[in-house]
């Protein structure tokens, strides 16, 4: 419950606002010795049908409207209309005006069951696959302890949904798993930078600068060290430590040895990243560049596409697109699509997205420099 609260509280007060205009309405009709029953039973199946998970829980969905209009009509309908009609029949002893019922049309009526059930259900589903995009960032980055924290608050909120073609509620329990077995693991671990890496892995960033202790002689760290240092400090989104420690990564490194280049390109793609949340594009775009001559290949023409798809850059976002999809195959194609939409609606250069549809990948490496 307090995972709810803390993550989707938003999408309670949505529901509660949307069901007011309704339930006032219940409220004004509704009459004399009828209104502390009706509320006292109003009240009554909000508590059981809250409480009673096997009610919505085996038929909530991520992509179907109904099971959450199910969830709202048995929780919240009832619980702000039982509200009312007992706070109205308090009122009646202050203003004898609140003693006779009024009569609402059935347009009124109708409008006010629409607003009470369709924009609470968009935007709970709007909500759920939101955190289901944020839940394959923090797979993709790793981060398992947050990964797990968020995917068991969002099975709260819709225990039926289906995870890349998989019931999520089974793809969550081998992530539950897996962070078991890291935790098990970290004792037996000697290397003090593995440790700091688990620990930053299940989420427990501090804990793993602890271990670093990398504030005492910066200098006689290690190019993994500082790399770990700048990913923990990006991920708590402190951006001019994070770019202190992908610098200092950088200066440790030899371009002439291509052993190094891996993580050479590891370091300039950080820098970039905190360059551009800092909004110094102009660095972030010189970072972004050099990460695609150390390493020219899908991956790096795909962050380049974004960055300048962010910076309304729409001809070489989509000259690095071209790129990617040629470099990365079927993996970029399905994204390339998504985006060359985003690009041709609301990019400056969106003409030029159209007229660079298939570009080669010598084309568009040359027209985004």
């Not at 508590?47 to 099971?67: K, N, R, T």
Request: glycine share 6%; charged share 20%.
């Amino acid at each position: 419950m307090e995972q709810i609260i803390s993550r989707f509280a938003d999408v309670q007060l949505i529901q509660l606002a949307a069901v007011l205009p309704l339930c006032w309405m219940l409220t004004r009709s509704v009459i004399g010795r009828w209104q502390i029953p009706l509320g006292g039973l109003a009240l009554l199946l909000s508590a059981l049908a809250w409480w009673e998970h096997a009610i919505w829980h085996d038929h909530q969905s991520q992509v179907s409207l109904w099971p959450t209009v199910l969830h709202q009509m048995l929780v919240i309908l009832p619980l702000a209309a039982g509200s009312l009609l007992w706070g109205h029949r308090l009122a009646r002893f202050i203003s004898p005006k609140l003693r006779s019922a009024n009569r609402f049309s059935p347009l009124a009526w109708s409008l006010a069951v629409a607003v009470a059930l369709v924009p609470p259900a968009v935007y709970r589903v709007s909500r759920i696959q939101a955190a289901a995009a944020h839940l394959q960032e923090l797979q993709s980055q790793s981060r398992v302890g947050e990964t797990v924290e968020l995917g068991q608050s969002l099975l709260e909120m819709a225990p039926a949904m289906e995870y890349r073609n998989e019931s999520f509620r089974d793809v969550l329990s081998r992530w539950e798993r897996r962070q078991q077995q890291f935790i098990d693991e970290l004792p037996r671990i000697a290397d003090r930078l593995q440790q700091a890496r688990l620990l930053a892995m299940l989420g427990l960033r501090h804990e793993a600068l602890m271990l670093l202790d990398i504030e005492a002689s910066p200098e006689h760290r290690s190019v993994e060290a500082c790399l770990l240092a700048g990913t923990i400090y990006e991920h708590e989104h402190d951006w001019s430590q994070s770019l202190y420690w992908y610098e200092r990564a950088r200066a440790k490194l030899n371009l002439e040895d291509a052993a190094s280049l891996p993580a050479l390109a590891s370091a300039c793609r950080g820098i970039a990243w905190c360059h551009r949340k800092q909004g110094r594009f102009r660095e972030a775009e010189a970072a972004y560049l050099q990460m695609l001559e150390l390493r020219p290949d899908a991956e790096s023409h795909w962050l380049l596409a974004r960055f300048y798809e962010d910076a309304q850059a729409g001809q070489r976002a989509a000259h690095h697109l071209d790129a990617a999809i040629a470099a990365g195959g079927p993996k970029y194609a399905a994204l390339a699509r998504e985006m060359r939409s985003q690009l041709q609606s609301r990019s400056f250069g969106c003409l030029q997205v159209w007229r660079t549809q298939g570009v080669g990948v010598g084309v568009a490496t040359r027209g985004s420099r």
